[in-house]
């Protein structure tokens, strides 16, 4: 049995891996953490998500879907019994079937249910979670047609919504949604921005405060992002909340 055999079918079931999981993987392989690392929410260590698809392990580069992906996984958890949306096809490739509505024009995955767009949508009561796709608003990317206003659009219409939502995008990727987010006052708002940074080599995040963010640190190259960038409304003790993290990921 080769290496890989040994190994994926470890993190193939859709879940976070806990520590003992990364324990596993440690035994099994020469390059494994005895722990999962953590990055820290407001002070409070929270694990990153170890996935095989769009992840990579530790002690390699890591994407930013191991910050998204654990951010994710609490708000999902407060949100238990609430409908909740997402706008992009992310969690199939993670949880399927862990969320029943997802929007998505381009994602042919069999799980989401509305190929319309942000756009198109209709807000009500439901919570919402994005990951790393209002980025792609308006880009021309995925066969959709360009719409340089559509990336204002999308986040004015967020922000204007009446629901709780999580969504996340990396820094530097599309300049115009960088931009505009520097026009608003986030501070007198109803919602949280967040953002953790790292450097172009290693997985060590730290959290910083959106105006100490400068045009340097909104860098996507070399090594996925170096900028995370996430929006919240919700529970104000949520990030607090000890008891919506560490353990694996329910499907």
Same mark, same amino acid.
């Given at each position: 049995?080769?290496?890989?055999?040994?190994?994926? *079918?470890?993190?193939? +079931?859709?879940?976070?891996?806990?520590?003992?999981?990364?324990? &596993?993987?440690?035994?099994?392989?020469?390059?494994?953490?005895?722990?999962?690392?953590?990055?820290?929410?407001?002070? &409070?260590?929270? %694990?990153?998500?170890?996935?095989?698809?769009?992840?990579?392990?530790?002690?390699?580069?890591?994407? #930013?879907?191991?910050? #998204?992906?654990?951010?994710?996984?609490?708000?999902?958890?407060?949100?238990?019994?609430?409908?909740?949306?997402?706008?992009?096809?992310?969690?199939? =490739?993670?949880?399927?079937?862990?969320?029943?509505?997802?929007?998505? *024009?381009? /994602?042919?995955?069999?799980?989401?249910?509305?190929?319309?767009?942000?756009?198109?949508?209709? &807000?009500? /009561?439901?919570?919402? $979670?994005?990951?790393?796709?209002?980025?792609?608003?308006?880009?021309? #990317?995925?066969?959709?047609?360009?719409? *340089? +206003?559509?990336?204002?659009?999308?986040?004015?219409?967020?922000?204007?919504? *009446?629901? /709780?939502? $999580?969504?996340? =995008?990396?820094?530097?990727?599309?300049?115009?949604? /960088?931009?505009?987010?520097?026009?608003?006052?986030?501070?007198?708002?109803?919602?949280?921005?967040?953002?953790?940074?790292?450097?172009?080599?290693?997985?060590?995040?730290?959290?910083? #405060?959106?105006?100490?963010? &400068?045009?340097?640190?909104?860098?996507?190259?070399?090594?996925?992002?170096?900028?995370?960038?996430?929006?919240?409304?919700?529970?104000?003790?949520?990030? %607090?909340?000890?008891?919506?993290?560490?353990?694996? +990921?329910?499907?």
């Amino acid at each position: 049995m080769t290496l890989r055999q040994r190994v994926l *079918p470890l993190v193939d +079931a859709g879940l976070s891996l806990t520590s003992a999981g990364m324990n &596993t993987v440690g035994r099994l392989t020469p390059w494994g953490y005895a722990q999962v690392p953590t990055f820290s929410v407001d002070g &409070t260590a929270v %694990q990153h998500f170890i996935h095989r698809y769009n992840a990579n392990y530790p002690p390699y580069r890591m994407t #930013e879907r191991t910050l #998204e992906l654990a951010l994710a996984d609490i708000f999902l958890r407060a949100m238990r019994g609430r409908r909740v949306v997402e706008i992009g096809a992310v969690t199939p =490739y993670y949880w399927p079937d862990r969320i029943s509505e997802i929007v998505d *024009p381009a /994602d042919d995955h069999i799980a989401v249910t509305n190929h319309g767009g942000w756009d198109e949508w209709e &807000t009500s /009561d439901e919570a919402l $979670l994005s990951m790393s796709t209002f980025e792609h608003i308006g880009s021309g #990317e995925y066969g959709l047609a360009a719409d *340089p +206003a559509a990336t204002q659009r999308a986040i004015d219409k967020l922000i204007a919504c *009446p629901c /709780d939502f $999580l969504v996340t =995008y990396p820094a530097g990727y599309n300049p115009a949604l /960088d931009q505009y987010m520097r026009t608003l006052d986030h501070r007198n708002a109803t919602y949280r921005v967040m953002v953790w940074h790292r450097g172009p080599r290693g997985n060590e995040w730290e959290q910083l #405060e959106f105006g100490d963010m &400068t045009l340097a640190t909104e860098t996507y190259m070399p090594g996925w992002a170096q900028t995370l960038v996430a929006l919240y409304r919700g529970p104000h003790d949520l990030w %607090q909340r000890t008891d919506l993290r560490d353990g694996p +990921a329910p499907t």
